[in-house]
């Protein structure tokens, strides 16, 4: 196999960068969301008995601590002196109220605002209230904001747009409260490589002359997408799931958007690329489905990509539903992966393609501490492959010990390389250790 280039010199050639300062994400951050699963259909009793079923199925000590609420919480319009309103009637005892919960839980809010006039949901967006709405989000005791990029106002072409999306982190700063800063910039894509099917149109994405400390300075996580992700593995000609019919939507998109698009080493402490919320365990509850490989496949790249790992099912019955499922995304082998301190993001070592339709395997490899790896070969493929990985050749130690995550079990001392066969649609994950 051709390998792609090792990460060693990258890393040389950005160099270290100051993030966002504001003392956040220092790995990337892991939660739930109320989006994917309940979209606008969400309430204060749905939120909390979200954060009561975290607590009890384990997650929140695995780590997932953020519980967010998206989009479907606020009015359209401000009040008289501009602030923002609650929707009395899906959160009568308001946010602060939730705020204090889930705070008694030992979990933190999440909650959603836009970057111009308008959202994606029901309320206003924060364009000209950035001060204002910021001092809101600290008085509720908010931990965790997302900022969307639905509304007009803001021109994506030009500097306008990064000079926002650092206002509004400023102003989040002025406040004095801790407030996790996630934004989803947009840019157009270009027309080569996988992009090349979204060529000249918008997605969700840094504009690509953001530079490596550009990027750090101004938000602790950014969306990277080329559309809004679904449950399913990669389709293209369903138009009520995908938003252009003909071009390909699914994980299988979100994947090859973060490859192009967000050049790996600009992930580090403090500052993430966001492969989007994790469909894992909907299980075609709203909008598709993907089998259980299938959400081993995905949560696995987010893994190993050090993308925020934020839930969206309904955890109040994922563990008599989808136990499995469910241990998936407390595994505390992967989740170490995707926690590192180093704060590292997989580099893609070897594709056998270079479109989304011609790409049928993919292997990474992540720089962990303790000189361990990890590794990942995945099969996009329709049927069994056998996919190979020479570690030598990518210069690591000749002798390594593998041990496969999703199996809990050890293949024992292995040199030079690894070869196994790979279901459709599914992965081999291992930790790798000098041996």
Known sequence: LKMARPWFALIVLFGATSALNNGLGRTPPMGWSSWNRFLLNISEQLILDMGTAIVATGLKDAGYEYVNVDAGYLTKERSANGSLVVNSTRFPN???????????MGLKLG????????????????????????????????????????GRDVNVLTGEQYSHWQLFGQALNATARPIYYSICPKTIAPSNGTAA?????????????????????????????YRNN????????????????????????????????????????????DADMLEVCNFGHLNGGMT??????????????????????DVRTIAQEHPECLAMVKNAKALRVNQDPLGHRAELAYQDGNTTASITQQIWIK???N???????????????TLTFNWEEYGLSPSQDLFNIWSNSSLGSL?????????????????????
């Not at 308008?118 to 908010?142: N, R």
């Not at 060529?199 to 602790?220: C, D, F």
């Not at 040199?415 to 041996?435: G, I, Q």
């Open 94 to 104: 308001g946010m602060k109220h939730l705020a204090d919960q889930l705070h008694e």
């Open 197 to 225: 099917l979204f060529a000249g149109q918008t997605v969700y994405s840094p504009p690509l002359n953001w530079t490596h400390a550009e990027r750090a300075a101004v938000a602790n996580s950014w969306l990277v997408e």
């Open 371 to 385: 000189n361990q790896h990890a590794l990942l070969l995945f099969n996009r493929g329709s049927t069994t492959q």
């Open 367 to 369: 720089r962990l501490t």
């Open 111 to 150: 909650v959603y605002t836009d970057l111009a006039n308008g959202s994606c949901g029901l309320g206003p967006g924060s364009y000209g209230h950035y001060e204002q709405d910021a001092q809101t989000f600290a008085d509720w005791g908010v931990d965790y904001l997302k900022v969307d990029y639905c």
């Open 292 to 313: 259980q490989a299938e959400y081993y496949a995905h949560f696995s790249v987010w893994v190993m990509f050090a993308s925020p790992l934020i839930l969206s099912f």
């Open 415 to 435: 040199r030079d390389s690894v070869s196994l066969p790979v279901k459709a649609h599914d992965v081999a994950f291992f930790l790798m250790t000098e041996s």
């Open 230 to 273: 679904v449950d399913h593995f990669s389709m293209s000609d369903n138009a009520s799931l995908c938003v252009d019919v003909g071009k390909p939507c699914g994980m299988i998109s979100n994947i090859d958007a973060m490859i192009q698009m967000a050049v790996s080493s600009f992930s580090q402490p403090g500052s993430w690329a």
